[in-house]
């Protein structure tokens, strides 16, 4: 309060003096420092007298606590009712009540400091929410770097033991990723990214456990220990994604260590990858059962020179080898049976019959001999996956 130094009581009265009511305050807060009472008690004192609202100035200095306040990592509810008691508190004891001979004084000192108090409850606010969106910046700053240092193997055991345990992963053990892959990208914060990350923090708790997009994709990081997380993931991704005809999901292989982490991201996201482009009816694919795809793309001039020498021969055919490269594949996906993949292709038996001998006569290759079927087979997958003949 102007002319007053602290610790005075600032009200002129017998009542008592800032200190006594700012830790009244606090306590009936729930034993918080409310360190930014006494100034607002001195607010307080001089509207009480001018009848002036706090001028810009007074309410930075509250904004100014309010982010103060947040940076300790005091409650709101906390800040607000120790602000709201200081009110209460100082009330009978201000000098403009003290002074008032007539009710309609009284009215006016009690409009005024009300006003007062309401404008700098809402600075206070203020202050408190812009410290904490910054606090949340920074944190989600710094957690997205950490995933993607994570997903990139760019953390060693030791950096990795560092920021791990703040984002909830134990840095020694085996994990598994899981990665979904949808119409429209996924993003943090979006409705599936969260309420999927809310299902398992529920249902598994913070430990071991990580959701969060990258690149588009929704990611599950998890414990190999944890039992169920990877299908609570895909149940709980299915049912939010609804009946988008896009989504695809891969389920890494468990690996140990920080490198371990990387190399079960890549292998989902190569599942979903493979699974995209070769069309598989399935939405939930398995690194572990697409190895072989995986040897296949390690060689590419390898499977590159097998797709041309076994299938090469099919762009003979008139229009070129689309039409028969599909009914290739749809048999090899339908396990070999010709009436569901002649279902898939939407044509009769007969025609696809009739596809597979013209195969067999420009190819070479029957498919009733088992080395030149698994050929056949593996030249087809290779060439979905190299977009062949394009």
């Not at 969106?133 to 193997?153: A, C, M, P, Q, S």
Request: hydrophobic content about 45%; glycine content about 12%.
């Amino acid at each position: 309060m102007a002319g007053h130094r602290q610790g005075d009581d600032p009200r002129g009265t017998a009542g008592p003096g800032v200190p006594e009511v700012a830790a009244r305050a606090g306590a009936d807060a729930g034993g918080v420092r409310a360190e930014w009472v006494p100034a607002y008690l001195a607010l307080l004192a001089e509207v009480s007298l001018t009848g002036r609202g706090p001028d810009a100035a007074a309410l930075a200095r509250v904004r100014a606590s309010g982010e103060a306040a947040a940076r300790d990592g005091l409650p709101l509810r906390a800040v607000i009712d120790a602000h709201l008691s200081a009110t209460w508190l100082a009330w009978p004891d201000l000098p403009g009540v003290a002074r008032a001979r007539r009710v309609d004084q009284l009215r006016s000192v009690g409009q005024a400091v009300l006003k007062a108090a309401d404008r700098s409850a809402l600075a206070l606010v203020e202050g408190y929410e812009t410290a904490q969106r910054l606090v949340i910046r920074r944190e989600e700053g710094l957690r997205r770097e950490f995933i993607d240092d994570l997903l990139h193997g760019r953390l060693t055991a030791g950096t990795l033991a560092e920021r791990a345990e703040r984002f909830g992963l134990r840095p020694t053990g085996g994990h598994v990723v899981c990665v979904a892959e949808g119409g429209r990208p996924f993003y943090d914060g979006g409705p599936v990214a969260r309420h999927v990350e809310a299902a398992l923090l529920s249902r598994f708790g913070v430990r071991d456990l990580l959701v969060a997009t990258k690149e588009g994709l929704l990611v599950c990081v998890a414990d190999d220990h944890a039992e169920g997380v990877t299908r609570a993931f895909v149940t709980h991704t299915e049912e939010l994604a609804g009946d988008d005809p896009a989504l695809r999901i891969g389920v890494g292989r468990a690996h140990p260590g920080p490198a371990g982490i990387m190399r079960s991201y890549e292998e989902a996201r190569g599942v979903v990858t493979f699974a995209r482009r070769l069309e598989l009816p399935e939405r939930v694919q398995n690194a572990a059962d697409l190895l072989v795809l995986q040897v296949l793309l390690r060689d590419n001039a390898a499977i590159t020179e097998l797709v041309e020498t076994v299938l090469g021969p099919l762009r003979a055919r008139r229009g070129g080898p689309g039409v028969l490269l599909d009914t290739l594949f749809a048999y090899f996906t339908s396990g070999g049976v010709a009436t569901e993949a002649a279902r898939r292709l939407h044509v009769g038996v007969r025609t696809v019959t009739y596809r597979l001998d013209r195969v067999r006569t420009l190819t070479g290759h029957d498919l009733d001999h088992p080395i030149q079927r698994h050929a056949l087979e593996t030249a087809t997958l290779g060439a979905r996956l190299l977009g062949w003949p394009g």
